[in-house]
């Protein structure tokens, strides 16, 4: 099952399959996401999730404050549905 992803402002579209993470996804299809470790450590690929859910493999990245914020480790969440996203830097 796959599902799509909308990053905003950019005005970016793509599609992210089951097994793969969101990150995976945008490189798969050429987009210029922002990244280094993949490991969510950097917090370079963390967006805010504006619609949808995602979920994590365990242990999840996330602290209280990331939780109340609403922000998503792009490079280690798996979408469950589809996903609006806000990242300020990605370029459409």
């Not at 859910?53 to 480790?73: C, G, K």
Request: proline share 7%.
């Amino acid at each position: 099952m796959s599902f799509q992803v909308k990053v905003l402002p950019a005005k970016l579209h793509f599609t992210v399959e089951n097994n793969e993470t969101i990150l995976q996804a945008a490189l798969r299809q050429g987009i210029d996401f922002p990244y280094r470790c993949q490991q969510g450590v950097c917090t370079s690929c963390v967006c805010k999730l504006r619609a949808g859910s995602v979920h994590y493999v365990p242990p999840s990245p996330l602290t209280e404050l990331d939780q109340q914020q609403a922000f998503v480790y792009c490079c280690l969440a798996y979408a469950d549905s589809d996903l609006e996203l806000h990242h300020p830097f990605i370029r459409g």
